[in-house]
Nanobody
């Protein structure tokens, strides 16, 4: 599975942004897909995850109620809708695929290259 993120950019606090994760590979629909983010000098952290059928999702407490993860298996794409952005959301955002429904970074085998999200105050 190959993953490519897009949709990052520079926005102001309170704005919304939608990230996309486009996948290639025939078995994409059988994978859990997660979004993670990382800032310089910090560990990569879990943001949101969606099961392969799309019915089960989990979110980090810091984004719960503001971010929504969804997927379209026919388009092989997973989305992260981000609302009410704050400067603390500034990071490089990565999507990743795993065979298990998990929030642990180490359980993800396939990673995209990341997309930068910058939120100005």
């Amino acid at each position: 599975v190959q993953l490519v993120e897009s949709g990052g950019g520079l926005v102001q606090a309170g704005d919304s942004l939608t990230l996309s994760c486009a996948a290639s590979g025939r078995s994409f629909s059988s994978y859990t897909v997660g979004w993670f983010r990382q800032t310089p000098g910090k560990e990569r952290e879990f943001v949101a995850v969606i099961a392969w059928r799309g019915g089960t999702t989990y979110y980090a407490d810091s984004v719960k109620g503001r971010f929504t993860i969804s997927r379209d298996n026919a388009k092989k794409t997973v989305y992260l809708q981000m609302n009410s952005l704050t400067p603390e959301d500034t990071a490089v955002y990565y999507c990743a695929a795993s065979g298990a429904l998990t929030t642990a970074t180490s359980d993800y085998n396939y990673w995209g290259q990341g997309t930068q999200v910058t939120v100005s105050s």
